[in-house]
């Protein structure tokens, strides 16, 4: 038998405002990039000020979500990488989830910004749902988009953001059948 010793050199690549995470991965070479370019982001993925992409947001994959583990944090970190370039393979750049994200990162940082679990209700039941933020000076944008993304197979009754009505719709007259000739 032989016994070899091995030298093995890594490139590392580290993000300058968490220098916790770091990764010999040269895929994620891109994102920590960005993320230092933005650093915004690094608070998003760490804070919990951000429903929809915030630590604890259900937006992420099971494990990454509560965890402050680097690994964890870089994949939160990596979702909205692709999420705000609009290059995600699951949705469409102008999309409403492409939207909510660029929409965090542009007001994460303004005055009482917070987020809330916006949900579609017809007469019955509860609809289309979505996690959003949004400030009280853009509150009815983002309740706009949302209107515009929820289904439309309901008759709408009511819109609420965790489980407050927040905007009404009128109730549509029923159209009487012509008379039989």
């Avoid at 509560?66 to 979702?79: C, F, G, Y």
């Avoid at 965790?162 to 059948?177: D, G, L, Y």
Wanted: with cysteine.
């Amino acid at each position: 038998m032989k016994t070899v010793t091995e030298t093995i050199t890594n490139i590392v690549y580290q993000s300058e405002f968490l220098p916790n995470v770091r990764t010999i991965n040269p895929s994620f070479a891109r994102t920590i990039a960005w993320a230092d370019d933005h650093p915004v982001v690094w608070r998003i993925v760490t804070e919990r000020r951000s429903k929809a992409f915030g630590l604890g947001s259900c937006e992420y994959i099971g494990w990454a979500q509560k965890s402050m583990d680097p690994d964890a944090i870089l994949e939160r970190v990596r979702h909205m990488h692709e999420l705000g370039e609009g290059k995600s393979p699951y949705h469409d750049p102008d999309s409403i989830f492409v939207w909510r994200a660029k929409f965090t990162l542009e007001h994460y940082q303004d005055k009482r910004f917070t987020g809330g679990f916006f949900q579609q209700h017809d007469a019955k039941y509860p609809r289309s749902c979505l996690t959003l933020d949004y400030t009280p000076e853009t509150l009815q944008e983002v309740l706009d988009r949302f209107c515009a993304w929820m289904d439309r197979a309901y008759d709408t009754d009511h819109v609420t953001i965790n489980k407050m009505t927040v905007r009404t719709f009128p109730r549509k007259e029923a159209i009487p059948c012509p008379a039989a000739r």
